[in-house]
């Protein structure tokens, strides 16, 4: 570029993000002339914001679940924030979210609009943010038949067949214990997927999920990107000054064409020369009812991986930290196992039953480090009214999961891992971690029963304990959990040791 055009570009940059910057200034003020002339009910109390930009910067970029927590012990459970003209209601109360977004579900199971990662990188089309609708439907009967309660059962044998091989992974170098998760969830939902086995750490389709995943949690981090409050930003071009969100956008976006597109296109072509193995994919293409319906299998299959994979690798890392942190908790699921199923073969999905401690610690899992802090953003599509207070159309609304999970009124001593709590509880005690009403996550019952046969194996062959040396201790002791649409718990050391030389046999 030469010298005498960089000015040139500056200045018609600067024409175009006052111009953008006016335009979203009279948005806002047309939308609070309207809202104030058609109130007749208060909005949710909430922090006082600034002129124009509102509560945009008392809304830090990381763990602001807990800043949430803290207005709500001033505000209530019903919170109400303004970021730059969008109005923003987050909810604290797990009372308040049922009877919002599951009893009145037919206005509130829409998505926001997210520019970033929705209409720049492309995620608008996966399961997760696609808008409430008939291709919304659509991909949630897709993914139904596979998901469900009942179907999922059938996919307990591929999940035992790779948990098993994690096993042996996990004895040759149980220091990698964070990878062997990372590829066992991986490996057993592209194989369910696109009937692709995973046979190397460096799979490439492995690689190509995690990225996209990482890039996703990355770009739906509420208040990251300013071109989520001022969508007009999203016609910058990338090699403009200050335009780097569009460089990644790009980038992002290219991945995941990627990522949709070559697994679902080899399937295709594994199916017209006869030789498929069995998967999502396949069984659906091979339907002759859903004839035309490729761009809704190719994005629904897509969404098997990304919509639970990063976050069932999350509750199972937790999951080893807690049993670590908590040795007597593990001392009673281990002497569970041995009671019920014995030493001599593993646990299996048909012990689950019998099992009550073991399930009581997956629901403690979610309970106590939830992976979804904030889950994901809901809209009202009509105005609605709760308890006196007013909630306008477009509101997008936050789940606030943490304080739900951490309620003590609740959970008595919510910072304990204590599974006991649920012992004897309703099998949806924290269902509400996968979400609420319509949109409630479709492959809960497949995470769960990864977490389930993950523990349960590995209690019935491993010790898993603190690691002995001081730092790596300490850096146990003191993990902290990640920001992003998916919490995970920073680097940390175990020591897994096999409980007996006997039960290396049943590898």
């Known amino acids: 570029m030469s010298d005498q055009a960089e000015p040139v570009f500056s200045s018609w940059l600067s024409r175009l993000i006052t111009a953008a910057l006016i335009i979203n200034i009279l948005y806002t003020f047309v939308a609070w002339s309207r809202d104030r002339n058609a109130r007749h009910l208060p909005l949710p ?302 646990p299996s999905f048909s012990d689950r039953g019998n099992l009550p401690f073991i399930t009581a610690c997956v629901k403690e899992t979610f309970r106590w480090k939830p992976v979804l802090p904030i889950g994901v953003a809901h809209r009202v599509t009509k105005e609605d009214d709760y308890n006196g207070y007013r909630i306008p159309e477009n509101t997008t609304i936050i789940t606030n999961l943490w304080a739900m999970l951490q309620d003590p009124s609740i959970y008595p001593e919510p910072e304990t891992f204590r599974p006991e709590r649920f012992l004897g509880t309703p099998a949806d005690a924290v269902s509400h971690h996968f979400g609420f009403g319509r949109r409630i996550c479709p492959g809960m019952w497949n995470a769960e029963a990864s977490v389930f046969i993950s523990i349960a194996t590995v209690l019935a062959i491993f010790d898993i304990r603190l690691p002995e040396d001081k730092v790596s201790r300490e850096r146990t002791l003191n993990v902290e959990y990640t920001t992003g649409m998916i919490s995970h718990p920073g680097p940390f050391d175990l020591k897994i040791t096999p409980r007996s030389m006997a039960n290396l046999d049943l590898l």
């Open 45 to 346: 109390p909430g922090p006082v914001g600034k002129p124009i930009i509102g509560n945009l910067l008392q809304v830090p970029r990381e763990r602001e679940w807990l800043t949430f927590i803290e207005w709500g012990k001033q505000f209530g459970p019903l919170i109400y924030l303004n970021l730059f003209g969008q109005s923003i209601v987050v909810i604290n109360s797990r009372a308040v979210a049922t009877g919002l977004l599951d009893k009145r579900s037919a206005i509130y199971s829409d998505r926001p609009k997210l520019t970033m990662v929705g209409e720049l990188v492309g995620w608008e089309r996966g399961v997760t943010l696609i808008e409430s609708g008939l291709r919304h439907k659509n991909y949630r009967k897709l993914l139904h038949n596979t998901l469900s309660q009942t179907a999922s059962k059938d996919l307990w044998p591929l999940q035992e067949s790779e948990n098993k091989k994690f096993l042996k992974r996990l004895l040759e170098t149980p220091q990698n214990f964070r990878s062997h998760i990372r590829r066992t969830v991986g490996a057993s939902i592209i194989r369910l997927a696109y009937g692709h086995e995973v046979v190397s750490d460096d799979d490439r389709y492995i690689k190509m999920a995690e990225d996209a995943q990482s890039n996703f949690s990355v770009a739906a981090t509420p208040n990251a990107f300013w071109v989520d409050f001022i969508p007009w930003l999203k016609y910058i071009p990338e090699w403009v000054p200050g335009a780097g969100f569009q460089r990644k956008a790009r980038r992002w976006r290219e991945e995941l064409q990627v990522l949709t597109n070559e697994p679902f296109e080899n399937v295709k072509s594994q199916i017209a020369q006869g030789n498929a193995s069995p998967s999502y994919v396949s069984r659906h293409l091979e339907d002759p009812q859903l004839k035309g319906q490729e761009e809704d299998i190719k994005w629904s299959a897509l969404s098997l991986y990304t919509g639970g994979a990063d976050s069932t690798v999350a509750a199972i890392l937790t999951a080893f930290l807690a049993l670590a942190l908590n040795p007597e908790a593990q001392a009673r699921a281990q002497a569970e196992i041995d009671s019920v199923v014995g030493r001599d073969r593993l």
